[in-house]
């Protein structure tokens, strides 16, 4: 069974209670059971971990390299600076890819660049949880593609 990471970046424990006009009312439980529900449905084992704290989000990555078989990260507001994350990712060598919950293109400026995702498959933003939703399935399809036996 695949083993994918999802993991939420700084202030997302705050889902629900935060900018809920930008960020919806969702809670951080409530996403997170929507993603496990897809991911019993894709037949996909799902960890959750979240983080306020960049270096223990990298320690997570670096732990989980080779046990995990995919990323699908929120990196917050570390999307738009965090050389560190974005090096991590590189290094780990796992498939990522990165999630934002608002339209990252149609924030305020310094929002609409992100140095996390020249590493990462894929970035979807702007659909709220499904933004999360559609990561899972673009990132569990293109491993079931890796691991296709043509024998």
């Known amino acids: 069974m695949l083993r994918i ?3 939420h970046g700084p202030n997302l424990n705050l889902l629900g209670e935060r900018e809920p006009d930008v960020y919806g009312t969702l809670t951080l439980a409530d996403l997170n059971g929507q993603i496990a529900r897809l991911a019993e449905k894709l037949a996909v084992s799902v960890e959750f ?25 929120n990196p917050g507001a570390l999307t738009h600076y965090s050389y560190a994350l974005r090096d991590a990712i590189a290094g780990v060598e796992l498939p990522t890819v990165e ?23 894929a970035q979807m933003s702007g659909k709220g949880v499904h933004s999360y939703l559609q990561g899972l399935e673009f990132l569990v399809t293109y491993l079931s593609q890796l691991h296709i036996d043509f024998s």
């Open 99 to 121: 999630v934002h919950l608002s339209d990252i293109d149609r924030r305020e400026p310094f929002r609409r660049h992100s140095v996390t995702k020249e590493v990462c498959l």
């Open 49 to 73: 971990f979240q983080s306020n704290h960049e270096g223990a989000i990298i320690d997570h990555l670096h732990e989980n390299r080779k046990t995990a078989d995919g990323v699908v990260i």
């Open 5 to 7: 990471l999802v993991i």
